[in-house]
Structure formats: C-alpha cells, structure tokens
C-alpha cells in the first residue's frame, strides 16, 4: 500500500473540516452494479504428444537396476498439476505412463520418466501409453471425446549400435 492516500488526507486536514468530510465522502463512493457478466472463450481441445523417443526407439539402457527412461512431452491447451490440485479447473490434470498395460509411473510436467528398476525383462520391446487423468484417475478427454492420450512403442537393450537411442 502506498503513503499518498494518507499524505493526502492529512493535507485535506490542513485545509478545513468541511474539506475534510467532503473528501471523505467521496472517497467513500463506489458504484454498485448487480450486472454479473460471464463471458466464455472457446480453446482448442487439449493435445498431448510424445516429442522423444521417437516411435520404434532402440533405447540404451546399459546395465543400471535403477535406470529411467524420460518420455518428452508436448502439451497444449492443459494445465498439469499434481494429483489432487486442479479441482473445478477443466481441461487440468496429470500424467499415467503405462508400459505393457501396467501404470509404472506418474507425473505433473512435461517430462514423464519410465523406470525400469522392477521390470522382469529389461531388454525388450515396450508399448508405452501416456494417459491425461483428473484427479480421481478418470482420462481427460481431448478433441472429439476421445482419451487424451499419447503412445509409443520403444525397444531396450544394453548398447544400441546402431545409434537410434533416445
């Protein structure tokens, strides 16, 4: 809050009080309006798309338990946010990645790591799914009422010679 209000009004008081009692009530003014106008703005359907790796993927994972896999994410049009924090917010949410059919892991960013620690055969080949879930794991919906969803499918081995990693 700035001093002028109060410099002001002490200089008021220097003036008068009738000044002073003038200025207040105007100060006091405010126009009242019952008007409530909600005014609605069309966005496009949100998109969510898998930037890396790119589709068929050899991904060297070397010989690490603990290594994940990061799925770069383009997204637009929503709001990604930790579980339990959009509320009545449309269009907002987090992220499932599923590998094989099986939900291994989730996040709130554009980066959604695939961890590979606890996968019983670490070199193979992976279906990936990135789902956009609200906050009660229920898919979001994006364009035309389908899931809003990205998928990719990636293959693991220890060294990928052939240099297509992620």
């Given amino acids: 809050m700035t001093r002028f209000p109060h410099a002001f009004l002490r200089s008021l008081r220097a003036s008068g009080p009738s000044l002073v009692l003038c200025a207040a009530l105007l100060a006091g003014c405010t126009e009242e309006s019952d008007d ?67 939900v291994v892991s989730r996040g709130s960013g554009t980066v959604v790591e695939f961890p590979m620690i606890g996968v019983a055969d670490r070199y193979d080949t992976f279906n990936v799914e990135i789902v956009a879930v609200d906050d009660e794991g229920d898919p979001l919906q994006g364009g035309e009422g389908s899931v809003l969803r990205a998928t990719r499918t990636i293959t693991t081995a220890p060294s990928c010679d052939t240099g297509g990693g992620a």
């Fill in 36 to 102: 409530t106008t909600t005014e609605t703005i069309e966005t496009d359907p949100p998109t969510i798309s898998i930037k890396s790796p790119a589709e068929g993927a050899c991904v060297s994972i070397g010989e690490a338990p603990d290594v994940r896999i990061p799925f770069v994410l383009e997204v637009k049009a929503l709001f990604l946010r930790p579980p339990g924090y959009c509320g009545d917010t449309t269009a907002c949410g987090h992220l499932e990645l599923s590998a094989n059919g099986k």
